[in-house]
């Protein structure tokens, strides 16, 4: 499932898929048409982000006919799930920030978030203790808005000084469900945002089929109409189901 540099991309996973994901990020990282890389764990588990930090480094890409480490190339936005809930929603402003900045020099910058959901989970908590009115599933009304906030900061922009010059950033944010429930508010928020989505298969996974990306639910269309049939194929597909 192809996607167009600049754009944005949501990878739909249940939690028990969370190696798949990274092995995708780590794919991407690699293999990626992309001058620099940003990874943010966002809300990651401790031995999870261990393994990121540890594995990275150890990756090796092929740079103008030279063998370079990726760690060259990349810059890791580290936060785990017992630091402060406010760290966890500016992780990601962080990660995109840094993006932006790489950008604004010519490059052509990829962006994983992972996960996205565990920031909504973050922005959900602080809503509460400002006693803001909660929408579905207590998120606030406007996680919608902050979510769309958030991945069109991706695209290609011309930059200041040298007209001649361009950069852009795609991102990739991995949208973990709760129960792989893909009708949850934040997995339906963002179905309606992106350009296009790679759902990953718990039954793929099992059969040690890697990386575990179910073609029939996913999509690489950016039409309204293609999103709201793949959204419909979703919600009527098992695919994180263990039966």
Known sequence: MPSFRSRWVALLRCLELSAAAR???????????????????????????????????????????????????TTLVANTSNMPVAAREASIYTGVTT????????????????STSRWAEALREISGRLAEMPADAGY???????????????GRVQCLGNPAREG????????????????????????????????????????????????NISSPSTSASSRRTSRHTIRNTTCCSSR
């Open 99 to 114: 993006a932006e900045y790489f950008r604004d020099q010519g490059y052509n910058v990829a962006m994983m978030a992972d």
């Open 168 to 215: 852009s950033i795609t991102i990739v944010g991995a949208v973990s469900p709760p129960g792989g429930d893909f009708t949850d508010p934040v997995t339906s928020a963002t179905l309606s945002i992106v350009q296009c989505f790679w759902g990953l298969d718990k039954k793929l996974a099992q059969r040690k089929h890697f990386p575990s990306v179910n073609w």
């Open 140 to 154: 606030p009304a406007y996680l919608g808005a902050r979510l769309a906030f958030f991945y069109e900061r991706s």
């Open 23 to 73: 092995l995708i990020s780590q794919a991407l990282s690699k293999y990626s048409n992309s001058d620099v890389v940003v990874y943010v764990g966002c809300g990651e588990r401790g031995n999870e982000m261990a393994e990121v930090l540890s594995d990275f480094p150890e990756l090796t890409t092929m740079i103008d006919g030279k063998e370079e480490p990726i760690m060259q190339r």
